[in-house]
Nanobody
Framework: QVQLAESGGDSVRSGGSLRLSCTAS????????IGWFRQAPGKERDFVAG????????YYTDSVKGRFTIARDNAKNTVYLQMNSLKPEDTAVYYC?????????????????WGQGTQVTVSS
């Protein structure tokens, strides 16, 4: 079975940086995309960034463009989310997820497997 494990969440000051990691196991080439989502208390789970496992194509939500970078290390079955210039509004639990089907990358309902999340807190 597919398992995803996030790590790297922490508490940082505004303007700081963090790198989140998502290590996946049990998946196959049938899976097309690994995405990062985030969810603040009482809020919807929103798309942050995604990457195609096969060719490295990346996608970002507008609010993180220029600040966040998603990358993969196929040898380690790991996807990273480098987060720079963090803002308090970035505070959330961050989840990685794997989408096996084709279709839009930004709908959480299209992702088949989820990690347990890692907390990112950005203070003013």
């Amino acid at each position: 079975q597919v398992q995803l494990a996030e790590s790297g969440g922490d508490s940082v000051r505004s303007g700081g940086s963090l790198r989140l990691s998502c290590t996946a196991s049990g998946f196959s080439l049938n899976h097309y995309t690994i995405g990062w989502f985030r969810q603040a208390p009482g809020k919807e789970r929103d798309f942050v960034a995604g990457i195609s496992w096969s060719d490295g194509t990346t996608y970002y939500t507008d609010s993180v463009k220029g600040r966040f970078t998603i990358a993969r290390d196929n040898a380690k079955n790991t996807v990273y989310l480098q987060m720079n210039s963090l803002k308090p509004e970035d505070t959330a639990v961050y989840y990685c997820a794997l989408k096996a089907r084709s279709g839009a990358y930004y709908y959480s309902t299209l992702y088949d497997y989820w990690g347990q999340g890692t907390q990112v807190t950005v203070s003013s």
